[in-house]
């Protein structure tokens, strides 16, 4: 507030104090970088892991993606799908629904479960396995849809290229340590793999400077 920049919350905090000061408090300013830091954060953390560990269990998939880094793009939107880093989330409906035959009044609370309907078999053909080449990993929901779509989405998926760019030019021949347990938060609403242990010959590096 002493300080602002030209990143978002300066620009939050300049409406408040010198455009829209009856619009919303400080006290919704918080709310607002607390959401932008969890969401930006957690999500991405957990897509990452989770790509790393399921492209590495799925060996023939990161083989594909050391031969060809051009299809990173395509297997984010495939781990995405395969393992949605928020598989259930809540809304409110604004007014009676009927789903399949099914009715929903207005004012209920819903739960959505995102990581399901990427598993659905009239979209997605064996949708229980990893394929990065799959043609309509694209029309995966891990970033929602219509106005509550992800507004971090462009960001989460550079960040994604980067990590798998460096991981396969610098750790091609990484191993996941056999055995190792998973463990997941307790957490429905986001999910993600704590740890990834993996290993590798230090002296099969690509690149000179990485080998002892």
């Known amino acids: 507030m002493e300080n602002p920049g030209d990143d978002i919350m300066s620009h939050y905090i300049r409406r408040l104090q010198e455009e829209d000061g009856d619009l919303f408090r400080i006290e919704d300013a918080y709310t607002i970088m ?12 957990n897509s990452s892991g989770n790509a790393f560990r399921f492209l590495l269990e799925n060996r023939d998939q990161w083989d594909m993606l050391v031969s060809d880094p051009s299809l990173i793009p395509q297997a984010i939107d495939e781990v995405l799908r395969y393992a949605t880093p928020v598989p259930h989330w809540r809304r409110t409906t604004t007014e009676d629904v009927t789903i399949q035959g099914v009715t929903i009044p207005e004012g209920e609370t819903v739960m959505i479960a995102l990581a399901s309907a990427n598993h659905d078999e009239d979209v997605f053909p064996e949708p229980g396995k990893l394929d990065i080449c799959r043609k309509n990993a694209k029309h995966h ?3 929602g849809k219509g106005r509550h779509r992800c507004l971090g989405e462009a960001l989460a998926r550079l960040e994604m290229k980067i990590i ?3 991981l396969i030019r610098r750790l091609p021949y990484a191993q996941l340590v056999a055995g190792q ?3 997941y938060g307790e957490n429905i609403s986001h999910r993600g793999v704590e740890h990834v242990k993996v290993t590798w010959d230090p002296s099969q590096n690509p690149l000179p400077e990485d080998r002892p």
Do not use: D, N
């Open 34 to 45: 607390l959401q932008l830091l969890f969401a930006g954060h957690e999500t991405t953390t």
């Open 141 to 143: 929901l891990a970033f």
């Open 164 to 166: 798998l760019e460096e």
């Open 181 to 183: 347990p998973w463990i």
